[in-house]
């Protein structure tokens, strides 16, 4: 089964930047889509991005203009550029795959275990 891992989470001030990433292990033939997620604390998970893998995109109101989606389909990963942050952008961030064509067969919906992102000074 595939595994998602995501890294580049940390402690940043209102207005910095950080760069998601979230790999995808084993023999992958194809992931479609990929998506950021994110779930603040007593708030519902919730889309933030989404990328297919032929790179059309999608974003929530509150991140268009200040979030990045990108994806390199060699590497299996997919990352999420975020800009002019604020602390409404605190959250744990996942990584999630609709389809993964693998050796190991057909995952769905797959998840990471996610990457906590603080924006606070």
């Known amino acids: 089964q595939v595994q998602l891992v995501e890294s580049g989470g940390g402690l940043v001030q209102p207005g910095g930047s950080l760069r998601l990433s979230c790999a995808a292990s084993?023999?992958?033939?194809?992931?479609?889509?990929m998506r950021w997620y994110r779930q603040a604390p007593g708030k519902q998970r919730e889309l933030v991005a989404a990328?297919?893998?032929?790179?059309?995109?999608n974003y929530a109101d509150s991140v268009k203009g200040r979030f990045t989606i990108s994806r390199d389909n060699a590497k299996n990963t997919v990352y999420l550029q975020m800009n002019s942050l604020n602390p409404e952008d605190t959250a744990v961030y996942y990584c999630?795959?609709?389809?993964?064509?693998?050796?190991?067969?057909?995952?769905?919906?797959?998840w990471g275990p996610g990457t906590q992102v603080t924006v606070s000074s």
């Open positions: 999630n795959a609709g389809q993964v064509v693998s050796t190991s067969g057909i995952d769905f919906d797959a």
């Open positions: 084993g023999t992958i033939f194809s992931i479609n889509p």
């Open positions: 990328i297919t893998r032929g790179g059309s995109t």
